[in-house]
């Protein structure tokens, strides 16, 4: 089942095209990842499907399960389940752990056992649930929180913005397997990252090039483009490409 869809998306901001023409299908309980050079877009790309304040002013629709969204302000789209992960988290003040990690259920009208979570991000809940998300936490810690409240929530859609960004290796073992149970609970992931590492756990990937949409298809066929240094929209005059 097609869970988001993106027709035909253009948003300009200052006077420049960062999406341009996107159409792009999300399916239900896949991995997605969204791979490009820098400046492609994708985070811009992630901020509209989320619907943040300053990226609603594009042309095209967007679809959550067959229903037009791209009018719904942040929050309605975020009560239909649709979530996103922060390439930079932001922090907040003097919240607890335990109670910011609970609050993210709440919200969904459930409850959840914190310390699992927390567990699931690879974090020790003795350590971590007395801790207030603020700056004493490492950018990588806040991260693991925040995807910690993000389980919390059984979304029905992750938008992840470079996961792996900041995180030790060892912590990137722990985000694969958040990702593997978001998908066996049939959320839909789509995950922005350069990471071949993290690229290889998708099950669809698109390449995303100064706005546009240049490629899609297979893990591996993406994958190509980590090798050799060979985006095609960058690099057109390799002869490696
Ligand atoms: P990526 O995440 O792929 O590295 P971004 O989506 O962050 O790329 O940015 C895509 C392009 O859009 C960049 O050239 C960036 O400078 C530009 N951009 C992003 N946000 C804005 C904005 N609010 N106003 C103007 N330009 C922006
Ligand atoms: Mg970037
Ligand atoms: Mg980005």
């Known amino acids: 089942d097609t869970v988001i869809r993106l027709e035909n998306v253009t948003l300009i901001l200052d006077g420049h095209k960062i999406l341009d023409s996107v159409s792009m299908s999300f399916w239900e309980g896949h991995i997605h990842a969204v791979v490009g050079p820098n400046g492609a877009g994708k985070s811009t790309l992630a901020h509209t499907i989320m619907g943040l304040p300053d990226y609603l ?11 037009r969204i791209e009018k719904l302000p ?4 975020a009560r239909r389940g649709i979530t996103l992960a922060w390439q930079e988290p932001a922090r907040f003040q003097g919240i607890g752990v335990d109670s910011f990690i609970r609050s993210a259920a709440e919200a969904k009208g459930s409850s959840v056992d914190s310390g699992e979570m927390l567990k699931l991000v690879g974090l020790d809940p003795d350590r971590y649930l007395v801790r207030n998300v603020d700056k004493t936490l490492s950018g990588g810690e806040r991260k693991r929180i925040e995807l910690a409240s993000i389980v919390a929530m059984r979304p029905d859609v992750v938008l992840m913005d470079e996961p792996d960004s900041g995180v030790d290796i060892e912590a990137i073992n722990y985000i694969f397997d958040v990702l593997e ?61």
């Open 181 to 241: 149970k978001l998908r066996n609970w049939g959320s839909t992931v789509i995950l922005i990252t350069h990471s071949p590492e993290v690229l290889k756990r998708a099950d669809h990937s698109f390449l995303l090039c100064n706005g546009q949409v240049v490629d899609k298809g297979r893990v591996e066929r993406m994958s190509g483009y980590f090798t050799g240094h060979c985006v095609p929209c960058v690099h057109k005059n390799n002869p490696f490409c």
């Open 74 to 77: 942040i929050d309605k789209r």
């Open 57 to 67: 002013g594009h042309t095209g629709a967007i679809f959550h399960r067959g229903e």
